[in-house]
């Protein structure tokens, strides 16, 4: 799919990964809105791009569509949380509302993104390739190699990499693809927090490139995705050849 002049929605858009996939979007020409509940952060970078902005929990079916454009082409989801906690331990058992709250953000607000933003779609005239639209969603290598602490987080990630192949049959015949890519080790608001030690030793564990991934990495691989039409019901690993130690 060309880029320039589509309408894309990049919803966790405010920062980290989203902030860069929005950023790349806009500067190859499309027209992109960038959602969040982050307000102040989200409306400074639309600002800054000269693009649009809407408050938007990707949980809740009415800011979602308020935030999708008409005649929208190109949805991107970034937005997600964390939480480290074991099943059991000294502690007592995990904590079930910790555990439903990333599902609900990280899987459920995934889908509510792709199945609003491919209804939208749906309505699009097919391009000269018959596309009508490509959905992106973020999952992470914790879904396959995920570690002691990351069952809700790897949980709602697994999910993500499940719904994808069966997403993009669902919606082969209407022309909409559907992707995910599995970042690894990223250098994002996440682990932005961590003490200088942390973050070597976690680069250390890439075997190549021996870094954190940059943000705009990701979004580089998000444009591929876009513009190459043989990408579909795929989930694409970028993580330097890393696999997670248990911990």
Known sequence: MDIEGVNALVAGGASGLGAATARALHARGANVTIADLNADVGQALADELGARFV???????????????????ISVVCAG????????????????????????????????????????????????????????STASIAAYDGQIGQTAYSASKGGIVGLTLPAARDLAQSGIRVCAIAPGLFDTPLLAGLPEEARLALEAGVPFPSRLGRPDEYAALALHIVENQMLNGEVIRIDGALRMPPR
């Open 55 to 73: 408050r938007a929990d990707v949980t809740d079916a009415a800011q979602v569509e308020a935030a999708i454009p008409d005649g929208l082409r």
């Open 81 to 136: 949380i964390g939480h480290a906690e074991k099943v059991a331990g000294r502690k007592g058992a995990h904590a079930l509302d910790a555990f439903e709250r990333v599902i609900r953000v990280n899987l459920i607000g995934t889908f509510n993104v792709l199945r609003l933003a491919a209804n939208t779609m749906l309505a699009n005239e097919p391009d000269e390739r018959g596309e009508r639209g490509v959905h992106i």
